[in-house]
C-alpha cells in the first residue's frame, strides 16, 4: 500500500506537521513522524516562539473533513469529488429496506464507495457510476439470496 502522508503547509510551526491516512476514512496528524493526540477535538501543534496552535477538523461526511487552523484552511480531504459524488455514495444505504442482510451489505457497500468518491486518480464518471452500479448489484444480490431462502 502506497505511503499517503502529506506535508501540510501551516506557517511558523515547529517541526513537520503532516497528515497520515487523508485518503481514507481514518487519519493521523503527525509532528515530526509522531502521532498527536486529539483533544477537544483539536490537534496542538507547537508553534515557534512557544506558542502554539489548535488545528480542528470541520465536516460531516467521514473522510470528507476539512484540516483548519486559525480559520484558515489548511487540507482539504477528498476535495476533487463533487457533491454529487458524496451524495451518490450513500445509495447503498437503501438496502437497509431489505433487512438485517441488506443493511450489513449496504454498510458495506458504503465504506466502498467512499474509498472510490475519494480516490482522484479514478475518472469522474467511474466515480458517479460506481456507487449506482454497487447499489443496483447489493440489490440484486440481497433479492436473490432471500428468493432462495423462500
Excluded at 59 to 88: I, W
Excluded at 105 to 118: E, I, R
Amino acid at each position: 500500500m502506497a505511503d499517503d502522508t502529506v506535508v501540510l503547509d501551516i506557517p511558523r510551526a515547529k517541526g513537520t506537521v503532516a497528515l497520515q491516512g487523508g485518503e481514507g476514512v481514518f487519519y493521523k496528524v503527525l509532528i515530526d513522524d509522531e502521532p498527536v493526540k486529539r483533544r477537544k477535538g483539536t490537534w496542538a501543534i507547537p508553534l515557534r516562539g512557544g506558542a502554539q496552535g489548535k488545528l480542528e477538523s470541520r465536516g460531516l461526511l467521514p473522510g470528507f473533513q476539512r484540516l483548519v487552523m486559525d480559520d484558515r484552511e489548511v487540507y482539504r480531504m477528498g476535495g476533487h469529488a463533487s457533491t454529487l459524488e458524496k451524495v451518490l455514495m450513500f445509495a447503498p444505504l437503501v438496502l437497509i429496506a431489505f433487512g438485517f442482510l441488506g443493511a450489513v451489505l449496504g454498510v458495506m457497500l458504503f465504506f466502498m464507495n467512499v474509498f472510490a468518491v475519494k480516490n482522484a486518480q479514478m475518472p469522474r464518471a467511474v466515480r458517479i457510476a460506481l456507487p449506482i452500479a454497487n447499489t443496483v448489484a447489493g440489490g440484486l444480490l440481497v433479492a436473490v439470496l432471500i428468493a432462495g431462502a423462500n
